[in-house]
């Protein structure tokens, strides 16, 4: 009943703010959103397990990374609010911005939950179509040429995923089922017609790459988040991923424990490692601090697929990762918005002197480094520890020396860029502005949760990531 | 029939190799639109008004219409030459596609699956792998989006092959996401003619590290 009484009130909110030209409207707009939105994530909470709509049930998964979105989509909207009138944008573009940016939260809220393969394919192209809109905001050349690749290679992508869906589906008939929810994967998961479900894994898998941001299609997806509005692309390199990472896993859980899991494990190893690679060397020679942000989320999300590929223990750390990656990571995307008031450039080398310009930006800015350079005290660190522990216990040392080697390569780069942004003296005179430290609150609370995570997670996460962790054998 | 049918829906992959005009592309969509309505419509196991609409929808109206409707005007809109512009010879693409088409067969033939119909799951990858050589061959965006329009059909295609029907309203869905794709693309294209003035996917290389 909730989550129709959710799409009902998304579908109305939507449209009220494509036709909104005035910014109250569209300020008590989305204020009624992150109600739904809100309303939605505790109704789903209190009734675990259920279903609703045949479709959308809200399963452990599902519910973690429901409560992640729904988290940051809090400060999505309110730095989305600050983006759009430092400076002023146009009542128009500032319409089909807050319209596309709900309706992407929206989408994928329903993406997590969808129990039923081909709705999670649904709401997954609904995404690239709503991201479409965001990434073109600006209107500018680099904003046509990053939004034509990414919705073509999303929409090339998905076809791939819809290819698999259906190599699937026929394994389930093997086994006489004609449905595809996820539920019936898992019932039938020990009779299921191998040679079908590797090819259906891989499919999907390489199709859901677009999204998560590992090899092959990772590329479009990092112009994306460079060309998108900094609170715009905080979504793209965070929950968005998240999406495909959860597509994965649902069908990855109903191969674990079977003779295909083991081909499944290696697959997304050499996608892990190669995506880990490409990222290190980018980042080693990286000029622009948007498209840093979104090689070290492809680098995190190589983590997140390594950790999936290690067992249980693996995949525990794999979901404290990406709950504290989505804080820390999105916290760093609305920072970015200061950078860019005070330096007007994305480039790294135009940057310098940044704790004189703006302290308390610069210190919440080093703290976002050490969370998401995983260093103590970051929480990342934790589950990074854990991530390696699961790869040792697994006698997989090759495995762990080239990650943890890529992995310093990684963290020097990053170092070297934020402490010239923060430290070295700028190559440029730039002119002093006020910024309101309030304006950095938000990235703080994020980064002190994921810290907290970290050191003490809550029980309730624990207890879902456990039962996630139930479906994997 | 459906053999019949199919055969001259992989004839038509062939001609799209060879095809020099942005038109005849278009005019190929068209007439894949219309094979594959008659292909679904005599495939249908249950035949009752509900899904021969969809079909009608998904086939007629949307794959054999709109679509090319919609390209059609992007042509126009944009002043596109007429030359496909491909980047290589037409012998050349002839003889790759009909590759794809051979190496489809022996595929078929190599998978041991009672289920599956083996006569569309030739036709299907055929058309995706075929989707996929345009897309990579042509240097024009439009004939991206006629690359993923051929790749679409072959997934519509496959779906038959695997003969599982999805839910009418999960279909639906699908049917209006892969429309408001191919649109978006469109109006995308469009936008990179107007910006670009030449829609051509040399011009968008400037998104560097």
Redo the contacts between chains.
Sequence with gaps: MITAIYLAAVFCIVIGLVFSRSRVLSDLLGVLFLGVQTLLTVHAMLHQGCTELN?FSFDAMGLILLLTLTIVSYPTLLHSRIYLTKPLSSPGSAAVYNASCVLLIAAMTMGYLAN?A??T??FT??T??SA?MLI?HHRS??A??????Y??VC??S??FV??GI??I??A???DGC?E?FYTDLLAHKATLNS??MKLGFLFIFAGYTAKLGLFPMFTAGV?AK??APAPAGALLASALMNLGFCGIYRVYSAISGTPVADWARMVMLIAALITLFIATI?MA????VK?MLAYSGIEHMSVVTLGLCFGKAGFIAAMLHIVMHTFVKSGLFFHFTQLWRVYSSKMIDDMGDYLKLNPFGALVLLLGFVSIAAVPPSGLFFSELLVFKAMIANGSWVVFAITAFLLTVLLWAFARSIFRIIFLPATKPVEKIKISPWESVSQLILFVLAAYIGFNPPAFLLELIQQAAAMLQ | MLETLIIIFLATLLYMAIANRMRNYIKILVFQGILLFLVAAFHLKDFNIFNLVVILLETIVFKAAAVPYCLERIIRHNGITRETEPYLPNFISLLIVAGIVVGSILLSGSIDDLILDKFFFVGAVSAIFTGLYLIVSRRKILTHVVGYCVIENGVFILSLAVGNEMPALVNLGVMLDIFASVLILGIFANKIGDVFHDVDIDSLNKLKD
């Design positions: 479709y039923h081909a709705v394919w649904i192209e609904i690239t179509l479409a073109y050349k680099l046509l040429e990053a939004t034509w690749k919705v073509f929409a090339i998905i076809s819809f290819v259906l190599f589906s026929l389930l008939l093997h004609s595809l040679f079908w112009d460079d060309k980018y020679r990286i000029s622009n498209r």
